[in-house]
């Protein structure tokens, strides 16, 4: 089992920053991918950003590409989102995610054969 544990959200203002960080615990050796997704109430959950052990790559969707980055402390098992020039659409709640398996065609979305999912936490943008 994996336990991930996110913090770092609240209320920022249009075009302010927020820092998102996610810890793992448990069966975290060797994953697949860990990164990030948002939902909206209503709205499908949608895929921000992953970041993948082979290979170390980091994919964006196109929607925060320029302005999140991902980035990872392999020692502490954690990843961090830097959301930088926010707007009203990035209001959402934001989930940490880390899959074991494997992955074709790696993306924004971190999947595979068993995903773990935080429990959540809520960024708020104002205008």
């Known amino acids: 089992q994996v336990q991930l544990i996110e913090s770092g959200g609240g209320t920022a203002q249009a075009g302010g920053s927020l820092r998102l960080s996610c810890v793992a615990s448990?069966?975290?050796?060797?994953?697949?991918?860990m990164g990030w997704f948002r939902q909206v109430p209503g709205k499908e959950r949608e895929a921000v950003a992953a970041?993948?052990?082979?290979?170390?790559?980091?994919h964006y969707a196109d929607s925060v590409k320029g302005r999140f980055t991902l980035s990872q402390d392999n020692a502490k098992n954690a990843v961090y989102l830097q959301m930088d020039s926010l707007s009203p659409d990035d209001t959402a709640m934001y989930y940490c995610?880390?899959?074991?398996?494997?992955?074709?065609?790696?993306?924004?979305?971190?999947?595979?054969?068993?995903?773990?999912w935080g429990q959540g936490t809520q960024v708020t943008v104002a205008s």
């Open positions: 995610a880390l899959a074991h398996g494997f992955t074709i065609v790696p993306g924004p979305a971190c999947m595979g054969d068993d995903v773990y």
């Open positions: 970041v993948y052990t082979l290979g170390g790559k980091t």
């Open positions: 448990g069966s975290t050796y060797n994953p697949n991918c």
